[in-house]
């Protein structure tokens, strides 16, 4: 251990073992008593507090004030800390903070403490969650925190190739178990979601760009974009229940419940496929009649047909 470890170390113990003697700190250090009292002196010269009693019971201890240095964490509280912060991600508003943080946190932990770090990243697989890779979402994370616009590398769902795209990020989201960012193109008016497992590079580019006012509510304006971004078909549907019961079925990012009255309320969404639709709504078992387009209809006449024919 050199000398500047050894002295962190020292501080480490202080802080977790106050009242510890010159005896047992040597011993934890591995170091003569006289080395350990020196390195309590070279602490006290650069402006630690370190009070000492005498006597059998007496030992060190640092004293409260403004020179109390930051908090000094071991392997099993690091270990703590970031299964914490990887909880603090799923809470909205903490997303980004906290994957900034745990940034920070392994960039100044001793490197025989990163093993472990990474070994925890992918145990609770998080910051990667459904393809979002570390390296485009930490600094996507820390570009949200800091205001700074980035270029991303992004592929849209109906291209091949990734194209890209300067934006002013916002705010991460995460939502059934994907990963957002919702950001401004430069130049645009308009707010807009990219999934980040569609991301393949980020690049900050030191500057802010003009924005339009940021949606009140992130999490909301992804869902409401999912469920009602470009798709080829606009979906609504009559349910013939109370908007409280099918809230309780529908994933708001899928398609949203519009109140009727006590009885009866509607479902809007968007879809690609009408099949897909067409399942879906069989697979919600409730009672419907379908407003738009007509050729839902017919599909769910179908797939009526296929199961009455099937079984």
């Not at 350990?36 to 006597?55: F, K, S």
């Not at 194209?163 to 989201?173: S, T």
């Not at 419940?257 to 968007?270: A, K």
Request: net charge neutral.
């Amino acid at each position: 251990m050199n000398t500047t470890s050894r002295r962190l170390e020292t501080l480490a113990l202080l802080q977790a073992h106050p009242g510890i003697s010159a005896t047992r700190l040597a011993a934890r250090l591995g170091v003569t008593e006289r080395t350990a009292r020196r390195d309590i002196a070279q602490l006290r010269d650069i402006g630690y507090r370190i009070d000492a009693e005498a006597g059998r019971e007496g030992g060190y201890r640092l004293a409260s004030g403004h020179a109390m240095p930051p908090l000094l964490l071991d392997a099993d509280e690091v270990a703590a800390v970031a299964i914490g912060l990887r909880t603090a991600v799923a809470v909205d508003g903490l997303e980004a903070a906290a994957i900034t943080a745990l940034a920070k946190l392994t960039q100044v932990v001793p490197s025989r403490w990163r093993t472990r770090l990474t070994a925890l990243a992918e145990v609770q697989s998080l910051p990667s969650r459904r393809g979002a890779d570390r390296d485009v979402l930490i600094p996507t994370a820390i570009a949200c925190r800091a205001g700074e616009a980035i270029r991303i590398r992004h592929r849209r769902h109906d291209a091949a190739e990734a194209r890209p795209i300067d934006v002013q990020p916002h705010r991460l989201v995460t939502l059934r178990g994907r990963w957002y960012v919702v950001a401004c193109p430069r130049g645009a008016t308009a707010w807009v979601v990219y999934a980040l497992d569609r991301v393949d590079h980020v690049q900050p580019l030191g500057t802010r760009y003009p924005i339009p006012e940021p949606p009140a509510d992130a999490a909301a304006f992804v869902s409401d974009t999912l469920a009602h971004g470009p798709s080829r078909h606009r979906v609504r549907v009559r349910v013939h229940t109370s908007a409280d019961l099918v809230r309780e079925l529908v994933d708001p990012s899928v398609a949203t419940v519009i109140d009727d009255d006590d009885d009866e309320c509607e479902l809007h969404f968007g879809a690609d496929d009408l099949d897909w639709a067409a399942r879906w709504l069989v697979y919600l078992n409730l009672d419907l009649d379908v407003v738009e387009p007509t050729a839902l209809a017919d599909r769910l006449r179908a797939l009526g047909g296929w199961l009455r024919d099937r079984y």
